[in-house]
């Protein structure tokens, strides 16, 4: 929904509104509408509006309200704000707006930093109590939201970018090794709070933190998915499960329409955003807007799925749009995709999701997704394989099926300043995975997808492309109640008909067939999975320049191997290992 940035000093001096400032100006697409900035003391937050909730300028922000002495910068959407501001009018709060930032303001006055959990939605957020200086960051329990901050002895900024953190200057821009290691091992994955920037940190998900005058603070996990069994839903058989996931979901995809402004969906053609249609025309959703992409083919890989996005479409008397990008408008979005990550994304489907949220934008300013599903109920291909590992062997089995390369080959790689003589990224499973609350191999597999993995690769993913263009994106998948019911679902449910199964099943009321039982897809982006031509010579200017040497992340050799042969090698998951370690230079060029 918008951008938001802030600046709280401990040193005596008033914020500095310059860098304020310049946060706001480079987060301008996220928040095209209207921007806004606030100061008061050793306080200073600013913000880029994206209007979904209350258009006018009553709902702009940064907001205050002086009877309550209280200032708020949010972003995202709060679902049910309408109910949570019944409940406050109804112990004698007053509202000036229609908006669910208000509501926010409002609720941090009556419950504090317990406020979060009166939120369904996606959020992050700083409210500034005026009376006492202290500040409360949080973020919502998936991490759907970004929140960034660097932090001195003197002042604490933070910004939905990393990219406006670097803008405001006075940051350590130097390389966090563990977070290079994380990055070249664990699928381009970096977990909270690391980034790859040793001066820049991120709010991990589900956290509050309550920053005092003095630059103490403390922080508060309020929500975490158990993946064990629960006594409620004992004698549950498939059909119950399903049942119970289809009301969840529905309810997910109803809240998720809550807007000011039309909705739409992106319809890739799979199984999780075909349902997400089916259920929004179940509501009494017509004329839905819903919107799909496609590629030229490129090393024998089809570049589109319009043949069964085409199918949701016929049957559901969708608005449908099918937009086709052709390789000579692939090459010129490339570094432009790359500018948009706050942090690089290895995925091959950023740029996908960059060019159909260029197209999207034109049309809708807010979209529902599919995203998610498949981390929340087993629905990828390294799950099955851990099904009959034993509880305590669950690290070095996910290992094997899910990390890019051994602590070794990241060494090999990289120049010898930069390797570590600790494998973190394997102690980093081993201590998630090792905690309880998951009751088996698969369930501590899931947890880690769920609350790692997933914020930090699909998620941020659409995050950041939609936001380039000013499009808010939805993720009914990861409505927290929903996580909560499917995270109790016995795995083998969960594993049945090649993952997703007992989902599957229960959809099958209303999602046409041919789209559940079609071999599972991707969004296909053959251009990048398959480099050649001008995308490789981008490739190779970007590891063959002045500034690559000179930074010295990677041993020539390798790279050398790489570059000669630039399609062959793969990592576990089948990305191009080429890509992989050029997708960071070219990141950090931008920079």
Known sequence: MCGICGEVRFDGRTAD??????????????????????????????????????????????????????????????????????????????????????????????WG??????????????????????????????????LYYSQTASRLRFASSLRALVAAGDVDRSIDLVALHHYLSFHSVVPAPRTMLQGIRKLPPATVRVVQPDGRSTDQLYWEPCLTRQEQYAGWDARDWGEALMTSLSTAV????????????????????????????????????????????????????YEYSDIVAKRFDTNHHKI????????PAVLPTVEAMAEPMVSHDCVAFYLLSQEVAQHVKVVQSGQGADEILAGYDWYPPLSAVPRDQVSPAYRDVFVDRPHEAVNRLLQPHRRLDHDPTFAFLSEHQGRRGAETALDAALRLDTQVMLV??????????TMAWGLEARVPFLDHEFVELA???????????????????????????????????????PGIRHLEGEVLDLVHDALGSQTARDRGLFEPGPIESLLADPNTTRTTLGSNELWQVALLEMWLQTL
């Open 17 to 110: 509104v310059a860098a304020i400032a310049a946060m706001n100006a480079q987060m301008i697409r996220r928040g095209p509408d209207a921007g806004g900035i606030w100061s008061h003391d050793a306080v200073a937050l600013g913000h880029r509006r994206l209007s979904i909730i209350d258009l006018s300028v009553r709902g702009s922000q940064p907001m205050t309200d002086t009877e309550l002495a209280r200032a708020v910068v949010f972003n995202g959407c709060i679902y049910n704000y309408r109910e949570l501001r019944a409940e406050l009018e109804g112990q004698g709060y007053r509202f000036f707006s229609g908006s669910d930032t208000e509501v926010v303001l409002k609720a941090h006055h009556c």
């Open 113 to 146: 930093a317990d406020c979060v959990e009166h939120f369904v939605g996606m959020f992050a957020f700083a409210v500034v109590d005026l009376d006492t200086g202290v500040v409360t960051l949080g973020r919502d329990r998936l991490g759907i939201k970004p």
């Open 254 to 305: 109803q809240r998720r329409m809550v807007a000011d402004v039309p909705v739409g969906v992106l319809l890739s053609g799979g199984f999780d955003s075909s349902l997400v249609v089916a259920l929004l025309a179940e509501l009494g959703q017509h004329e839905l807007a819903t919107f799909s992409i496609g590629f030229d083919s490129a090393g024998g890989e089809s570049g589109d799925e």
């Open 324 to 331: 086709h990008i052709g390789t000579e408008k692939l090459l």
């Open 456 to 465: 930090d690769d699909p998620v941020k993913r659409v995050d950041n492309m």
């Open 487 to 525: 995270a109790a679902c016995p795995p083998e449910l969960k594993l049945a008909g090649g993952g997703k199964g007992v989902l599957k099943e229960a959809g099958r009321r209303i999602v046409p067939h041919e789209v559940i039982d079609r071999t599972k897809g991707y969004f296909p982006v």
